[in-house]
């Protein structure tokens, strides 16, 4: 079984894909590290997750920080950190992000 956790994000401020975000997701009940990654030029990412554990939390967290001071903004908001289940083992877990130095907007769709 294989699921597919992805992500496009997009820069508020100047309407730009966010590209060289580092990206990591987290099994919450064993504290795993399950990958890490960074978006492409075109603020996207997409991986795969071999059997996810279908009663275990994760969180998929974004190094918005790095971004933004690389931009010579300061931010509140150093990390965007979503927590979801993967129930279908062979989902698709994508999470759409427009964010800003001062906040974000989020969905979940497939």
Avoid at 51 to 75: H, I, K, M, Q, S
Avoid at 78 to 93: K, N, S, W
Wanted: proline share 5%; hydrophobic share 40%.
């Amino acid at each position: 079984m294989m699921a597919v956790v992805s992500s496009h994000i997009l820069n508020s401020v100047d309407g730009s894909h966010a590209g060289g975000i580092k990206i990591w997701l987290v099994d919450l009940f064993s504290g795993e590290v399950v990958f890490e990654t960074v978006t492409d030029e075109g603020g996207r990412m997409k991986q795969s997750v071999t059997n996810p554990d279908l009663n275990v939390e994760y969180e998929l967290v974004f190094d918005a920080g790095a971004f933004w001071a690389a931009r010579g903004y300061t931010t509140r908001m150093p990390q965007i950190a979503l927590r979801f289940r993967m129930p279908e083992p062979d989902g698709t877990y994508h999470s759409p992000i427009i964010m800003s130095p001062n906040g974000y907007s989020v969905w979940a769709s497939a």
